[in-house]
């Protein structure tokens, strides 16, 4: 260590990939980092500590990961005080691997000990020698630990960690392991404190939402939370992902139609509309069941707008299983979906099974069902041409477009809204009524001048500098809808 990195503050970078669940670790990792006195770094700048917080789910993680650390070798020998971590799910499966492919990493930790990284750090730097920790079952409810939010306005909210099923496709169960629930006070009690801070938004977070409560024994605790966050006053927006399909109880459905500021959208994984690919798939509802549940919220909440998540050509797949997937595809009517061309994942059962899909046949049909959804989802679209959304206006999306002069939020469905501001001097975290004319397939315009525009404590926060210009965290991919899967 350099005298200069001596008397200063060490800063930080965190780099993210991956679903929400690493999102809101890495909200975690830099709120630890904080609270052990390191400051996030400026954009320009070369940190102290560079955190990688990786994802074992999707496509070629390894070898972007392997990327990403061979780029940062001839860094770290101009500046030998910085430190490389490697954090997620691919250092929980990986192990002592990371650190022998690329031997200039100083610290890798699991998914169960975040709270040890600013320990190993320190324990690095003083040693000269990498740390590789990794533990088998959570340490400390990653919600206890200080947390450095995005976002001023809205906030994940962990009601779980772990998932107690075993999907044949998803490592998750090997790196999270089983589901562990907190309790509902604890998390109305995080709720609430956030709040007070200005958060306007909510979104409650686990592999399986709607089994929340199996580990305390209440099979209807999901749905009393949802009731109990209406009762949060100041809250305006109460979202979740995912519900697992199998567990989708009328009581949520019930409570979400009940709760005012419980938001009207769904993300419910669909994985296949064929009831044999599901069975192999070893997701436990089939493709009847799903419709069901998709006619019972579009009973209670018309308005509703559903999203899914779709896997193409798994092992086995034939045409008429994908024709299958695209009939409920035409039924669901989803306003958006996550589609992915399956990959053999390794550690996966699927990974080993028979039937295993030619690249060209899964790009075919992964192109006719983008193609089909995009239909829908612009259709959808283009009847909401003439309504009035309310928009929450986002971070990131929160800033005027340089040439349009354009900003964005998110309608309480869920979708995003580019607007014009016009007079208003609106700022990420306000809320406003802005009236739809035009519907493309991914999002919502307003050309017209807004009904109306509220300011709020969120806003005031960002104004201010306190809320999303800090890049602490950079996101390494795009992260709306449900966790990868
Ligand atoms: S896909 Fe979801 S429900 Fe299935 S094992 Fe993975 S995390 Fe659990």
Redesign the pocket.
Known sequence: MTASTEQRARSYRVRTYGCQMNVHDSERLAGLLEAAGYVPARAEATPDVIVFNTCAVRENAENRLYGNLGALRPLKREHPGMQIAVGGCLAQKDRAEITRRAPWVDVVFGTHNISSLPVLLERARHNDAAQVEIVESLEVFPSALPAKRDAAHSAWVSISVG?????T??I??AL?GKEVDRRPGEVLAEIKALVAEGVLEVTLLG??VNAYGVAFGDRRAFGALLRACGGIEGLERVRFT?P?PRDFTSDVIEAMAATPNVCHQLHM?LQSGSDAVLAAMR?SYRAQRYLKIVDEVRAAMPDAALSTDIIVGFPGETEADFQATLDVVRQARFAQAFTFQYSRRPGTPAADMAGQMPKAIVQERYERLVALQEEISWELNRSLIGSVVEVLVSEGEGRKDPLTHRMSGRARDGRLVHFEPGGFEVRAGDVVLAEITYGAPHHLVSEVALRAHRRTAAGDAWAAGRGPTTPGVVLGLPSFGG?A?
């Open positions: 998932c107690n099923n075993t999907c496709f998803c998750v169960p999270r592999q399986n995912s697992h994984p997701r966790p899967r």
